[in-house]
């Protein structure tokens, strides 16, 4: 079914809140289709496709971020023919969330807005954009597009962010983005080496922003761990971005927010990072602030449901003898041991399909997310396959 506007009108307005809507909403492999081109089509999933290639939520949003988005449209159906509107509703509720002002925050369309609006204020010809090697390649694609200088600092043999060296590298810098846990790599860097890396550069570099991407909060589960949304409130250097994209499975309705020191968060809204303006629509706010209002309840259940398939999914890479990154999000980076396109290739030909390469591992590394427990049990039987006697010799 393709996905056009009469369609998901169509969908929503009936009040099924069955898959098709979950999926929809979820937008299921739509970053592959944005970043690589694998999907021909503007289908979210095809049919008998198993997609874990975009890091996304599998169960979609909650029942009561659906039955808001239905209740969205309006009696008429003729809310969404308005501009956006409702945009300081969706921010007073953020703001009561994480016990912050609403001047702390600011909306984007997606926190692929976010990242671009960052990149854009802080980075210039002489102040470069600073991020690992591999990282989400937002910040530095956007960089690159203004004619911005970027600087790569490589993993180290962990694939977790070598902090000294990039504090090091970042002197100078307009900004750093600092993806925690990190895409693709999935890694995760610990509350308190977090703390000190930041110290070190507001010490070594006080000029320099540093973009805490915590898009995958949601799903670590080493207890090491809390957000810096304190610290970005009180910190004109740090920034701190968010998403419903992941955990909350709102990946298709493209909705984010940044939260920072009320200066920080004025420069932002100042050059359009979405706060109240056209970037934003009544149908992804409204089911955002639902998503808020509904409480920890859903967040703790899909953390521990990604937990188990995680577990399932890296054990059965492990026990053939090849290692996955520690993962610490909703997907993994697994040492294959063959080029990525050759094994993708191949998987896409079984009806699975994983993610785009990553240099410079793009020839031993896969970036695979995790879908649910029926899926990944039935993708890893697709990846014995094309892998061959490697992955069938500890069957």
């Known amino acids: 079914m393709a996905l056009t506007r009469r369609n998901f009108v ?21 970053e592959n289709f944005i970043w690589s081109a694998l999907e021909p089509t503007l289908h979210a999933v095809d049919p008998g496709m198993i ?10 949003p909650g029942a009561k971020v659906i039955a808001a988005i239905q209740s969205a449209f309006g009696a008429d159906g003729g809310r969404p023919g308005r501009y956006s509107g409702g945009a300081r509703d969706l921010i007073d509720a953020l703001a009561k969330k994480h016990g912050v002002k609403p001047e702390n925050i600011v909306l984007g369309c997606g ?8 990149t854009h204020v802080f980075t210039a010809k002489d102040k470069p954009l600073v991020a690992t090697i591999p990282t989400y390649e937002e910040c530095a694609d956007y960089a690159t597009l203004m004619g911005n200088k970027v600087v790569g600092v490589a993993l180290d043999s962990e694939f977790k962010p070598d902090l000294d060296r990039l504090a090091d ?48 909060f949601h799903y670590v589960t080493d207890p090491d761990h809390e957000t810096f949304i304190p610290m970005a409130v009180q910190n004109p250097r740090v920034i701190v971005a ?21 200066e920080t968060i004025k ?53 053939r003898g090849m ?33 785009r390469d990553f240099p410079p591992f793009e020839k031993t590394h896969c970036r695979i997310a995790f879908g649910t427990m029926d899926e990944m ?19």
């Open 323 to 355: 290692k996955p990154t520690d993962s610490q999000a909703n997907f993994m980076f697994v040492n294959i041991g063959r080029p990525v396109r050759e094994f993708r290739d191949a998987c896409r030909k079984k009806n699975v399909v994983v993610a």
């Open 10 to 30: 169509h969908t929503v307005g009936l009040g099924t809140a069955g898959a098709l809507t979950a999926t929809l909403i979820g937008s299921r492999g739509r």
């Open 267 to 319: 420069q932002l809204a100042s050059w359009d990072a979405g706060s109240g303006t056209s970037s934003l629509n009544v149908l992804a706010m409204a089911g955002a602030i639902a998503a808020v209002e509904q409480g920890d309840a859903f967040i703790t259940k899909e953390r521990a449901r990604n937990a188990a398939v995680r577990d399932f999914s890296m054990k059965w890479f492990s026990d």
């Open 111 to 118: 926190s692929t807005q976010i990242l671009r609006s960052v």
């Open 169 to 216: 590298a970042s002197q100078g810098a307009g900004l750093v983005f600092y993806c925690n846990p990190s895409n693709p790599s999935s890694t995760f860097a610990g509350a308190r080496a977090t703390r000190d890396f930041i110290a070190k550069l507001n010490s070594q570099s006080p000029g320099t922003t540093i973009l805490v991407d915590e898009a995958y």
């Open 377 to 395: 049990q039935k993708a890893v039987k697709v990846f014995g396959e094309v892998l061959g006697k490697s992955a069938a010799a500890a069957a």
């Open 51 to 60: 997609v874990i290639s975009s890091n996304e939520n599998p169960m979609g």
């Open 242 to 262: 968010r998403t419903f994209s992941k955990a909350y499975g709102m990946a298709g309705l493209r909705i984010g927010y940044a939260v920072g020191h009320a």
